[in-house]
């Protein structure tokens, strides 16, 4: 069974920007959920969707959004972009719930 | 809001036995987990605490204690590819959203 993908894996945008990403779970997997990882602040959960509806939402600005399609696939748009956007993004996917949850590679986002 | 403790690095001998621990205030608590991280590569989910007690799964076995807001993660026979990070991740129950909050880390630096 293939693993979550997650395209682009590298990106370089500039401030004021906006960016989408593209998250595609493993097959029968209906829950999607979108980190972001920096040195900084660590990894930090920004949203989890689940048959096309948001479940759950970290605290992050309105900046950050993010939708599912009908076949689980998912996608994460930033607006305005922000040098502290600079980050991994990872989606992961799960089953039903959270408890058991595979990772993408990631979206290395830099802000210039 | 919580707060989720656990060292920053710790060393072990390959063969041996090495516990990590965590700590986490919380008002929601709606299970642990945990995960390992190598660098450069997406976390890999190890195990899931919801009940108090020890989830054994072959090298790596896992306690929560929830009254003590208290857990570990214990690492058998340490082989070198266990060199890596191990991310405590506490989720939280937020007015019916589950939230899960990542700890910093714990570099774990096996040698021969």
């Known amino acids: 069974k293939a693993g979550v993908t997650q395209t682009p894996r590298y990106l370089i945008k500039t401030r004021g920007q906006q960016v989408t990403l593209s998250c595609s779970p493993i097959s029968g997997h209906r829950s999607v959920s979108w980190y972001q990882q920096t040195p900084g602040q660590g990894l930090q959960f920004l949203f989890e969707y689940f048959s096309e509806t948001q479940r759950n939402k970290g605290n992050f600005p309105g900046r950050f959004s993010g939708r599912q399609f009908s076949n689980s696939r998912s996608e994460m748009n930033v607006s305005t972009l922000e040098l502290g956007d600079s980050a991994l993004y990872l989606c992961?996917?799960?089953?039903?719930?959270?408890?058991?949850?595979?990772f993408g590679p990631g979206t290395r986002l830099l802000v210039l | 809001g919580q707060n989720i403790d656990q060292p920053t690095e710790m060393t072990a001998t390959e063969g041996a036995i090495v516990q990590i621990n965590c700590t986490y205030q919380?008002?929601?608590?709606?299970?642990l987990f945990w995960y390992q991280q190598h660098a450069g590569e997406a976390p890999t989910f190890l195990s899931y605490n919801v009940l108090d007690g020890l989830e054994e799964k072959g090298r790596f076995s896992s306690f929560l204690s929830r009254s003590k807001g208290y857990s570990y993660l214990l690492l058998k026979e340490l082989q070198m590819k266990d060199s890596a990070s191990y991310l405590c991740?506490?989720?939280?129950?937020?007015?019916?959203?589950?939230?899960?909050?990542f700890g910093r880390g714990t570099s774990l630096i096996v040698h021969p």
């Open positions: 992961a996917s799960s089953p039903d719930r959270q408890e058991t949850q595979y």
């Open positions: 919380t008002s929601g608590f709606n299970g």
């Open positions: 991740a506490v989720r939280e129950d937020v007015r019916g959203s589950y939230i899960p909050t």
